[in-house]
Every structure is written in structure tokens, then in C-alpha cells.
């Protein structure tokens, strides 16, 4: 790292920002943070880039204000060292409770990922969750096998006594621990095991979207002229398709068969391609947004953020505008209303199980890789619950009951 000339090297970092259109407040926040690293270099004895982002955190206690210095101290980074622009993302990944373990966890985990057999698709979670056990038990100050007990095990599924792990986190552990028992033949795998507490496989209530919600945002979406194109269509594409926000995020033009009235995609979730019906009111949303609001730039998403450099929508991007509608719409104001594109989702799968529509087709429409995908809204779709429902007259309990 030559911090000496990190500020004539930073010349070409700045130009750049100013071609592709970042605010000059943003390039005097560069320059300035080049400059105190270049004024402090001898104070500090800085190694590397990491010595200096443990001085940041050390001089500015508040979260926000570090974690903005750090973005910038980043960009600075990586055009230092990688000759590389920024182009509007964050570029940090927070380190992973794998890569944290110790040799003999760590060692544990790869062994449970190695023997995972045909259950190919678990790996991901397997791995996920069994480092995010071992990191628990590893914040107890245990590190070995041997020195797990039972106490420690019940800390991480219950810290100061209150549960906050759930059956699929412990079914996930247990699963990948069974992957292990054949290469450790002392019987400390078993031991570990008998450990983890017993959780029931309980559901809760999804909410959903009632009627009138429904007709509240449709009235918004249509007659609602101070929400912008591209809030407008992002909201109708999930209402009307019920495609995942990380689906309507990674869109492109080739996406859209505007002949063939058709959205041809491959999910991101799954990796399975899932053809859609192109509906009217869906593609003149779209259409409008190209045509009047989206920024005219090379990149091939089709919602893009509106400040420059231009790039694709973040999920939390599409949640937030999902919200702003919502508030709008007067409905789900309350903090523990659940809020989010997927209740639009929801709202699909729902409405044709009303409509008597055969669950493999709404599975196929929902893009599903698993049939049993479709329960947890099978458990929502109160009107035919109710078909199944019995009537209690001929029960010995006082009407005055029902009525408390």
C-alpha cells in the first residue's frame, strides 16, 4: 500500500466518478477521507487497508458514520490496489460464520457437505446452518468437539432461556451431523446429538392480503399520479404474476416477448426456466416506465436505480417501493402488519385456489420446484377452509360462550 502517493493515484478515481455522474458532494467525500489518510499515515503506522478501517472504528463509535466511511474507504480500496471504478454497489460481504470456525469445526462442516449424497440442493442450508451452531457454540468459548456438553448446545437454541432457533434450524443440524456419524467412530457425533432440544414443526398464520386491501392498491396503482412509472410497474408485475422480488429485480429486456405477449425467464431461486402470460396491464406498465422514466444507459435490467451509475434494483430496493404503496393505499400502517412483494405472491396463489384452478397449475405458475411448496398457502385459503369446517350445535356449550 504506498500511501504516500495514494492522493495523485486517487486523480483518476475522481475523474472517473465526475464522467459517470456521481454528486460532487460524494467526490469531496473521497478526496477528503484520501487526504486524512494521507495526513495521518505516520501517526497511525497504517500496514494495510484493513489497519486503517480498525482506526476508523476505534475514532467513530456511531454505526452509521463508520459504516459510511467504510464504503468509502472501499472504493479507495479497490482502486488502489485492483485499479477498479466503482459502479454504485457496497462490495462487502460480511464475513461468514464458516470462514470463522475453528480447524476442527470447520472440519465438521466439510465432512457433513462431502457425504450430503443426493440432496444436492440442502448443501447450501446444511452448511449455513450447521457453522451458524458452531459459531454459537464457539461464542460459549468452546472450541473441540470434545468439549461440547449439553449446557452449551441448549445456549445457542435458547440464549438466557428464551428459544429463538427453529424446528428447520435443528432438523438442518441434526441432518448434517448424521453425515458424519460413519467417520467419527467414537461416538461423539451421537453424544452431540443426543443434545439438541426437541422443537415442534409449527406453522405460523401468514397474513394476507384481504379484498379490500387488494382494491385499495389497484385504485392507487390506477389512479394514484405521484408514485412514479417504474413504482407503478414493479407493483403490478407482482400483483398480477406473483413473481419473486429477486425475479422482477434480475429482469431484462430479452425477459419480455412483446410478440408473443410472454415473460420468458430462468428464476433465481430455483435456476428452473418459468414461462408467463405477458397480461395488458402488466405490459403497458412496463412499457410506459421504458418508454418515459427509465434512464437511458447499457445496462440490460430492465428497473434500474435513478441516480447514476445506473444498476439493477436490490430486492430491499422493490420491498421498500412495495411499503410506499402500501402507505399510500392507507393499509398495513401498523408495525407488525407484514409488508413486502411477497404477500403479492401470496395474493396470486390464493386467488386461484378460490378459482378452483388444479394445484400442479398454480405450482407451475408460481414456478415451485417442489409441489409441496403450495401448502403454506393451501393453509391460508380461508374460503374453502371453511367448506371443511363442522358445526358445533349439537355440542353441550352455552351460547353466552361465543359471546364473552
Not at 434494483?313 to 400502517?333: D, E, F, P, Q, Y
Request: aromatic share 10%.
Amino acid at each position: 500500500m504506498d500511501i504516500l502517493h495514494l492522493k495523485e493515484k486517487v486523480i483518476g478515481l475522481v475523474a472517473y466518478m465526475k464522467d459517470v455522474g456521481y454528486t460532487s458532494q460524494y467526490i469531496w467525500y473521497i478526496n477528503r477521507l484520501t487526504t486524512w489518510i494521507v495526513s495521518n499515515s505516520m501517526c497511525y503506522e497504517w500496514k494495510n487497508y484493513a489497519d486503517i478501517e480498525h482506526t476508523l472504528a476505534e475514532l467513530w463509535h456511531n454505526k452509521h458514520t463508520f459504516a459510511n466511511k467504510s464504503r468509502l474507504l472501499r472504493i479507495i480500496q479497490r482502486y488502489d490496489e485492483e485499479g477498479s471504478f466503482p459502479d454504485g454497489r457496497k462490495h462487502y460481504l460480511k464475513p461468514s460464520h464458516y470462514k470463522q470456525l475453528c480447524e476442527e469445526f470447520m472440519k465438521v462442516v466439510d465432512i457433513a457437505i462431502k457425504f450430503i449424497g443426493k440432496d444436492l440442493k440442502m448443501a447450501p442450508t446444511i452448511k449455513v446452518t450447521m457453522s451458524s451452531f458452531f459459531w454459537g457454540l464457539q461464542g460459549c468459548g468452546i472450541d473441540s468437539l470434545a468439549a461440547i456438553d449439553e449446557e452449551a448446545v441448549q445456549k445457542v437454541f435458547s440464549p438466557n432461556g428464551v428459544p429463538i432457533r427453529s424446528h428447520s434450524f435443528k432438523y438442518s443440524v441434526e441432518y448434517g451431523l448424521k453425515r458424519c456419524v460413519p467417520y467419527y467412530k467414537d461416538g461423539i457425533i451421537e453424544r452431540i446429538m443426543s443434545y439438541l432440544p426437541a422443537i415442534s414443526n409449527s406453522r405460523k398464520n401468514i397474513q394476507y392480503l384481504t379484498e379490500a386491501e387488494i382494491k385499495a392498491i389497484k385504485h392507487v396503482l390506477e389512479h394514484d399520479k405521484t408514485i412514479s412509472l417504474q413504482d407503478k410497474a414493479i407493483a403490478t408485475i407482482a400483483l398480477y404474476t406473483g413473481l419473486r422480488s429477486c425475479d422482477i429485480s434480475a429482469l431484462t429486456m430479452k425477459d419480455f416477448d412483446w410478440e408473443g405477449d410472454l415473460i420468458v425467464i430462468t428464476q433465481s431461486k430455483t435456476g428452473t426456466p418459468l414461462t408467463l402470460p405477458l397480461r395488458a396491464v402488466v405490459g403497458n406498465a412496463v412499457y410506459d416506465y421504458l418508454v418515459e422514466e427509465r434512464p437511458r444507459c447499457h445496462e440490460p435490467y430492465v428497473f434500474l436505480t435513478v441516480n447514476s451509475p445506473h444498476r439493477k434494483l436490490h430486492t430491499s430496493n422493490l420491498n421498500a417501493i412495495c411499503v410506499k404503496i402500501m402507505h399510500k393505499a392507507g393499509i398495513r400502517l401498523n408495525a407488525s402488519d407484514r409488508k413486502g412483494l411477497h404477500l403479492f405472491r401470496h395474493y396470486v396463489a390464493t386467488s386461484l385456489l378460490q378459482a378452483g384452478v388444479q394445484q400442479p397449475v398454480i405450482s407451475a405458475t408460481l414456478g415451485h420446484a417442489s409441489p409441496e411448496s403450495l401448502n403454506p398457502y393451501l393453509n391460508a385459503e380461508f374460503k374453502r377452509l371453511k367448506e371443511c369446517a363442522l358445526s358445533i350445535e349439537n355440542y353441550p356449550v352455552r351460547k353466552e360462550v361465543f359471546y364473552q
